[in-house]
């Protein structure tokens, strides 16, 4: 354990959709000023995070990797998959959790915003009351999505459903026949069923595609136009509400 | 018009949910920057996106408040409602392209993110194709407002739905029913029949009241303990969705 009275924080900070100059300021200054800094990243690839901080940290910042031990090895509905992310991510907090005890400060580098579909909230849930954490909202993919498209999400009062490409192609055409404003994310191999799930709900043509969001790759096309998907997409329908 | 061969652009700038750092860099550069600022305000008041600027601008900036001439003295449902804030919009609209028109960059300050139930969606449309315009995403509200309750919004396939209190009551608890993480806007007066439509969507336990968020007056609490709110007000019920 630690000999110091004060332990540290770990502070989850979002970093936003992928530009440096769309991170808040404070999660700039966390990052810049940070001694140790963790970052989750899939086997033999760096991690989007990571790479959004490039050129920011310091020179003697610690880093601390976190690699995935499964991505699409094996399917989600596996316990395997499950459990093997269980120790993972147990593992990740014990680490992060021993340097807090010390009376380090560890800033986690997310993508996006850590409480909307992150997966610093694995490691919040098992930190939380143990050592202090912190987490730094952030601006979503989303918001780069929909401003990348030149037009509004939301107006007056549209209803605005998200929701993953990865639910049954039914259960997607009854949610967005049932919205007025639409984001769906995860795209990835779900392109296809995706398309058909819009087009059963009659919308295929409000839908747009936006690849890699707020990304040097960004790319903004009517969906009935693609045929491919990379996993940093979003599709979305924009709501027509009351505009005076 | 102008004799000048560049016009400026103007910029809607999202300034995030209240707190100034949580601007982003690149809202904070041009907001410092900026020797135009535009800002919506209610009579009376000074505009809450005004005040999360407050020291930041430059010593000879010039400003142009747009007062609402209406807020909740018409009827939403009233055509004189309308007819009063098309003339409104237009008029910001061309003060602000002959701003540009002259040469002049003129950063609009905008609460939360702009494509997102803002008001310079309404400015946007009218100078879109007339002068350069950009947008500038920003942290919206409800992120903020999950990061005050200290939990995550959606976790793997949770299906999230956004709805303003204004729906009607018997849309609003068919939706809540239907959603696994929710966010409400917009309650003030509506919160009565907000919770009225929670409790018969069997989700009143669940759901949380985030006042003011990222404001010096930020207050969680359970919705059930809830008897007014003001405008700045989300309520959220979290999803449960897979965990390992």
Redesign the interface.
Same mark, same amino acid.
């Given at each position: 354990m630690s000999t110091r009275a004060t332990p540290g924080t770990v502070h989850g900070v979002g970093l936003?959709?992928g530009?440096?100059?769309?991170?808040?300021?404070?999660a700039?200054?966390l990052v810049r000023g940070a001694s140790h800094v963790a970052c989750f990243h899939k086997r033999g690839k760096q991690g989007q995070a990571r790479r959004i901080v490039e050129g920011m940290l310091r020179a003697d910042v610690v880093e601390f990797p976190m690699e995935y031990p499964v991505t699409t090895e094996i399917p989600?509905s596996d316990p395997a998959?499950?459990?093997a992310?269980?120790g993972f991510?147990a593992d990740c907090a014990a680490h992060l959790r021993r340097l807090a005890e010390g009376g380090e400060d560890v800033v986690v580098l997310c993508e996006g915003?850590?409480?909307?579909?992150?997966s610093f909230?694995?490691l919040?849930?098992r930190l939380?009351g143990a050592v202090p954490v912190q987490?730094?909202?952030? %601006? *979503?993919g989303m918001?780069?999505a929909? /401003?990348a498209t030149?037009?509004? %999400? *939301?107006?007056?009062?549209?209803?605005? /459903?998200?929701?993953?490409a990865?639910?049954p192609a039914d259960e997607l055409a009854r949610?967005i026949k049932d919205?007025d404003a639409l984001v769906v994310m995860k795209i990835g191999g779900n392109l296809a069923k995706l398309k058909t799930a819009i087009e059963a709900a009659g919308r295929l043509h409000q839908a747009w595609l936006v690849e890699y969001a707020a990304m040097p790759e960004q790319r903004v096309m009517p969906l009935a136009d693609a045929d491919t998907a990379p996993y940093f997409s979003i599709v979305l329908i924009h709501g027509q509400g009351?505009?005076?």
């Open positions: 936003g959709p530009a440096a100059d769309l991170m808040s300021v404070r700039d200054r989600l998959y499950a459990q992310l269980a991510y915003d850590p409480f909307f579909y992150g909230m694995h919040y849930t939380s987490v730094v909202p952030a %601006i *979503t918001s780069e929909w /401003t030149g037009a509004p %999400i *939301t107006w007056g009062d549209d209803v605005l /459903t998200v929701a993953p990865t639910l949610r919205t009351r505009r005076p």
